[in-house]
C-alpha cells in the first residue's frame, strides 16, 4: 500500500495559514468505499485509511517513510499567489466588474 506526503491547501472557509505549513502521511485507499444499504452511509474496509500522520518538514515525513518501509509518493504545493483585495475595491470607481443590483 503506497503513502501519499503532502502539503494540504488551505479550505474553502479558511483565510489564514493555519494548519497548513505541515506535511502529512496518509494511505492511499485500497479498496473502494460501498454504500450502506440499510443507512446509506458511506463506508469501507479499509483501516489504514483512517491513519493520518503530520510532520514539521517533508524530509521528517519521507525519513518517517523510509524507517518504517512504507512505499511514498511525494506531491509537491502549488505555490500560491498572493491576493491583494481590500473592501473598499469593491466600490472603487474604476471597477471591472458590473454591478448586480
Known amino acids: 500500500m503506497v ?37 446509506g452511509w458511506t463506508s469501507s474496509r479499509d483501516m489504514k485509511s483512517q491513519i493520518s500522520l503530520a510532520f514539521d518538514t517533508k524530509e521528517e515525513a519521507i525519513a518517517y517513510a523510509e524507517r518504517t518501509g512504507i512505499p511514498y509518493r511525494v506531491t509537491e504545493p502549488k505555490p500560491r499567489r498572493a491576493v491583494r483585495k481590500s473592501y473598499a475595491d469593491n466600490f472603487r470607481f474604476g471597477r471591472k466588474g458590473s454591478w448586480t443590483h
Open 3 to 39: 503513502a501519499r506526503i503532502y502539503k494540504p491547501a488551505q479550505t474553502a472557509m479558511q483565510s489564514g495559514p493555519a494548519r497548513t505549513k505541515e506535511w502529512v502521511l496518509e494511505y492511499e485507499p485500497e479498496a473502494p468505499r460501498e454504500i450502506d444499504p440499510l443507512m
